[in-house]
């Protein structure tokens, strides 16, 4: 199995960026294609972007596209999300997420392994 925990969020002006890590822990961790949604007060969860298992391919939200960027280090067992330019609207809780199935379509029913979550929120 994978624990993942997530860690970086916090408050920010917009224009500014934040950098979100996930630590994972298990043996199969690079097995595992990994991604970042969040979820605002009384919204759905969403999706934010994902990455492959070796990190050879991406998928990033159209919301969140040219500001924010997802890579992972399996070396380390850590999975990042760079989040540069942002906006109010960006202000949620981010989740760490890890899946074993061969999409990286950013839908909350194909993950298997969710963290805990961290608050980012950026003021105006």
């Known amino acids: 199995q994978v624990q993942l925990v997530e860690s970086g969020g916090g408050l920010v002006q917009a224009g500014g960026s934040l950098r979100l890590s996930c630590a994972a822990s298990?043996?199969?961790?690079?097995?595992?294609?990994m991604g970042w949604f969040r979820q605002a007060p009384g919204k759905e969860r969403e999706f934010v972007a994902a990455?492959?298992?070796?990190?050879?391919?991406?998928n990033h939200a159209d919301s969140v596209k040219g500001r924010f960027t997802i890579s992972r280090d399996n070396a380390k067992n850590t999975l990042y999300l760079q989040m540069n330019s942002l906006k109010p609207e960006d202000t949620a809780v981010y989740y760490c997420?890890?899946?074993?199935?061969?999409?990286?379509?950013?839908?909350?029913?194909?993950?298997?392994?969710w963290g805990q979550g961290t608050q980012v929120t950026v003021s105006s």
């Open positions: 997420a890890a899946w074993a199935a061969y999409t990286l379509v950013g839908v909350t029913s194909i993950v298997d392994y």
């Open positions: 990455i492959s298992w070796i990190g050879d391919n991406f």
């Open positions: 298990g043996r199969t961790f690079s097995r595992y294609a």
